[in-house]
């Protein structure tokens, strides 16, 4: 197995850091680094507030309920989807485009998830530890308020990188055989590999290094569907200006 592939296997969510401050030229080659990532039809429907500000970075820990791990980061961010920059490139050329369709609203979902994946390899080729925050979804109103986002631009979710002060286990992901269907899409086999699946999963949450528990995939996956979660979010992104056409 190659180095990048061993990079990949070994990802885990890391929530404490040492505190230890990552220089401002790393975040900009890291960000760099992140344009790579590949973006549909070229239109980079991405930005990132990069939070120095400390009570700005107290308040969003707040807002995303995330703020111990703010206080411990070595930089901290809020990545967005962003048609805004198209609007004005647009006009350039005395266009209106048109920002507020539920296409181009997975366009956007796509390229700063595609750009934050490209930035957290980055970050943990260099020995940093990350952590995705989708609280920033909890209040987004609000943080758009704290962070000046105009119309067509979201928050998608925070990020936390650091020096971890520990390495965690890696938690174990569905089979390979649950993910792929060759040719067609195959409802039978569940049965046996989510069983399978909760049998691996709950030996890991008896035994990983801190907070055991008793669990298994499929009853977390059951309790946190059983009811719609943030049902605020179409409202918000229509007051952004994605109307869902």
């Given at each position: 197995?190659?180095?990048?592939?061993?990079?990949?296997?070994?990802?885990?969510?890391?929530?404490?850091?040492?505190?230890?401050?990552?220089?401002?030229?790393?975040?900009?080659?890291?960000?760099?680094?992140?344009?790579?990532?590949?973006?549909?039809?070229?239109?980079?429907?991405?930005?990132?507030?990069?939070?120095?500000?400390?009570?700005?970075?107290?308040?969003?820990?707040?807002?995303t309920k995330n703020d111990f791990q703010f206080k411990t980061a070595g930089a901290s961010f809020l990545f967005c989807v962003d048609f805004k920059r198209l609007q004005l490139a647009a006009q350039k050329h005395d266009i209106d485009i048109v920002a507020d369709s539920a296409e181009n609203l997975l366009v956007g979902?796509?390229?700063v998830s595609l750009f934050a994946?490209?930035?957290?390899?980055?970050?943990?080729?260099?020995?940093?530890g990350i952590c995705y925050i989708g609280g920033a979804r909890n209040n987004p109103k609000e943080i758009s308020e704290l962070f000046n986002l105009p119309d067509y631009v979201f928050p998608m979710f925070a990020m936390t990188i650091g020096t971890p002060?520990?390495?965690?286990?890696?938690?174990?992901?569905?089979?390979?055989?649950a993910i792929i269907h060759e040719n067609g899409y195959d409802t039978d086999k569940y049965d046996q590999l989510l069983t399978q699946y909760?049998?691996?999963l709950g030996e890991y949450?008896?035994?990983?290094?801190?907070?055991?528990?008793?669990?298994?995939?499929?009853?977390?996956?059951?309790?946190?569907?059983?009811?719609?979660?943030?049902?605020f979010i179409k409202d918000y992104l229509a007051s952004q200006g994605f109307t869902w056409k």
């Open positions: 197995m190659n180095q990048v592939k061993d990079l990949l296997r070994s990802h885990t969510s890391v929530r404490k850091y040492t505190g230890e401050e990552i220089p401002k030229e790393v975040v900009y080659d890291l960000v760099q680094t992140a344009q790579m990532a590949a973006t549909s039809h070229f239109v980079q429907a991405y930005s990132v507030i990069y939070v120095t500000d400390e009570e700005k970075k107290a308040k969003l820990g707040e807002l979902v796509a390229d994946q490209n930035f957290v390899i980055a970050a943990e080729s260099e020995g940093y002060t520990k390495t965690n286990d890696t938690k174990p992901r569905l089979p390979v055989e909760d049998a691996t949450y008896m035994n990983r290094n801190a907070n055991q528990k008793v669990s298994n995939w499929t009853k977390q996956m059951a309790d946190y569907l059983v009811e719609q979660k943030r049902p």
